[in-house]
């Protein structure tokens, strides 16, 4: 099993950054990749940005730029940066994590809301 803790969830104003971070616990060997979504209120849940146990990295194209996803191999911790945050960025950010049996593993989620 693992565990997957998301926290730097707040309130930020046009144009700040902020910085989530992802915290695994449990089984963190057999993690394969790592990811963000986000979901904001009557919308579905949408892929941001993922990384691999290698390092690559993919980005949703609205975020490409200005967020950026990296990963603390000694920390079992995943960031997600992001810049220029516009109030269209609001949603719960949620942190996902695949192993190699193909199982798939949620974080409990954190709010980011950004003001005008």
């Known amino acids: 099993q693992v565990q997957l803790v998301e926290s730097g969830g707040g309130l930020v104003q046009a144009g700040e950054s902020r910085r989530l971070s992802c915290a695994a616990s449990g089984s963190t060997f057999s993690i394969t990749t790592m990811g963000w979504y986000r979901q904001a209120p009557g919308k579905e849940r949408e892929w941001i940005a993922t990384i691999t146990n290698d390092g690559s990295t993919t980005y949703r194209t609205s975020v490409k730029g200005r967020f950026t996803i990296s990963r603390d191999n000694a920390k079992n911790t995943v960031h997600l940066d992001m810049n220029s945050l516009k109030p269209e960025d609001t949603a719960v950010y949620y942190c996902?994590?695949?192993?190699?049996?193909?199982?798939?593993?949620w974080g409990q989620g954190t709010q980011v809301t950004v003001s005008p």
């Open positions: 996902k994590a695949d192993n190699r049996a193909n199982w798939t593993f």
